[in-house]
């Protein structure tokens, strides 16, 4: 237990300073997503990307446990399950 609560204590800090970031750096507007930064990015940066997405989803699936929560409560265990079969260069293919 003690170890689940340290998993949530830190995907909490870490979502908090994602989510404060923007008024920690500067008082920047955050861009509408239109796809056009992507376009734009190079390669590296598309990767770079995707590997933080994953990240994110793999830490919070190792903080859901098993047996992971139903689909109605997460969709990180059918994002995972969905992703594993494709690399990150295969990822930036599609989505291209």
């Known amino acids: 237990m003690k170890d689940n609560a340290w998993r949530r204590g830190l995907l909490g800090l870490v979502l908090a300073l994602i989510l404060a970031w923007p008024a920690i750096g500067s008082a920047r507007e955050v861009p509408l ?9 190079t390669l590296q940066e598309r990767k770079s990307f995707l590997l933080g ?4 989803m793999e830490l919070e699936q ?9 689909p109605d409560k997460s969709l990180i265990d059918v994002w995972c399950r969905g992703l594993s079969h494709y690399t990150i260069d295969e990822m930036v293919k599609a989505i291209d």
């Open 33 to 41: 997503v239109t796809g056009e930064h992507w376009t734009k990015s």
């Open 62 to 70: 190792e903080v859901e446990g098993t047996p992971p929560p139903p």
């Open 53 to 56: 997405a994953t990240t994110i």
